[in-house]
């Protein structure tokens, strides 16, 4: 079974699975992005969100469903989380990031892990159910359009902060973490002191 596919062994596992309903499970991300990172996948071989129709729509809400849960299970708070899916998913079967704002994690190593959770590369759940309810498919990015998002700066995801590399923004995301006040108004007066020298 190729890595792509590694999703679909991973279900199969009772051991693996944090919350189950008869139609979907709840599993921890195994190279997870940040602190808390859970993936929602169907039972029914659905490979991708290029698969989903309207038809599809009470079982999105079912992973929603899910998704919520797994944040009350942990014991946090659903606003501290992103929740969408792939705009090019790498894996195959459908699955729902369910993921913290905070990103901090050895498993992010690279500007396009950064990018495929911070651009149009990650699609929000309420925007792709809303796009499969008007248009009754989901609709692949241009390959210009994927490259763009790809190459875009390593902008903070909770300040104006723009970082010149991964590491630097790893240690601007961990000190938001530790003391979210400071870094904002810190941040701040680095980003002046920036746009104003030669």
């Avoid at 944040?71 to 790498?90: I, Y």
Wanted: hydrophobic residues 40%.
């Amino acid at each position: 079974m190729s890595w792509s596919n590694a999703l679909v062994k991973e279900i199969l596992k009772p051991e693996s699975l944090i919350i189950s309903s008869e139609i979907a499970v709840v599993i921890a991300d195994k190279f997870p992005k940040a602190r808390h990172h859970y993936l929602v996948l169907p039972l029914a071989d659905i490979p991708s969100i290029f698969h989903l129709n309207r038809s599809h729509l009470p079982l999105l809400e079912e992973l929603h469903l899910l998704a919520r849960n797994v944040v009350e299970v942990k014991g946090l708070h659903w606003q501290d989380f992103n929740v969408g899916f792939h705009a090019e998913p790498s894996m195959q079967r459908l699955h729902l990031h369910v993921l913290s704002r905070d990103f901090v994690s050895p498993s992010l190593k690279n500007k396009k892990h950064w990018n495929s959770f911070n651009t149009e590369l990650f699609v929000p759940y309420t925007k792709l159910y809303s796009q499969l309810e008007k248009e009754n498919s989901i609709s692949r990015l241009s390959k210009s359009l994927k490259d763009e998002l790809l190459a875009k700066p390593l902008i903070c995801n909770q300040c104006e902060f723009v970082a010149k590399n991964l590491p630097t923004l790893k240690e601007h995301l961990v000190a938001h973490l530790q003391d979210p006040k400071s870094i904002r108004k810190r941040t701040t007066s680095e980003n002046k002191r920036t746009s104003s020298s030669p």
